[in-house]
């Protein structure tokens, strides 16, 4: 499964929250609260998604250096297919 392209999708909704957390930050008062529970139910979605991100950049790492690792025993045992 190829999560990248998350990537900009994850990298926008973090931006809107720290917009937004900055904003908050800033003018507490100005929030109300009804917003304020919006604002931390998106921050925790934004965690979520940049956790599930990196794991899933973790397994593509892991992905091509199997890959990586396969083709060059191929090479260096001299049992290409392609040849």
Do not use: C, Y
Request: negative net charge.
């Amino acid at each position: 499964m190829d999560f990248t392209p998350l990537i900009p999708i994850v990298a926008i909704a973090a931006f809107t929250v720290l917009r937004l957390a900055k904003l908050r930050a800033s003018h507490p008062e100005a929030l109300p609260g009804a917003s304020a529970a919006r604002l931390e139910a998106l921050e925790h979605d934004v965690q979520a998604l940049q956790q599930e991100l990196a794991e899933t950049q973790e397994r593509l790492d892991f992905a091509e250096r199997l890959l990586s690792t396969a083709r060059d025993e191929g090479r260096i045992g001299g049992h290409r297919s392609d040849t």
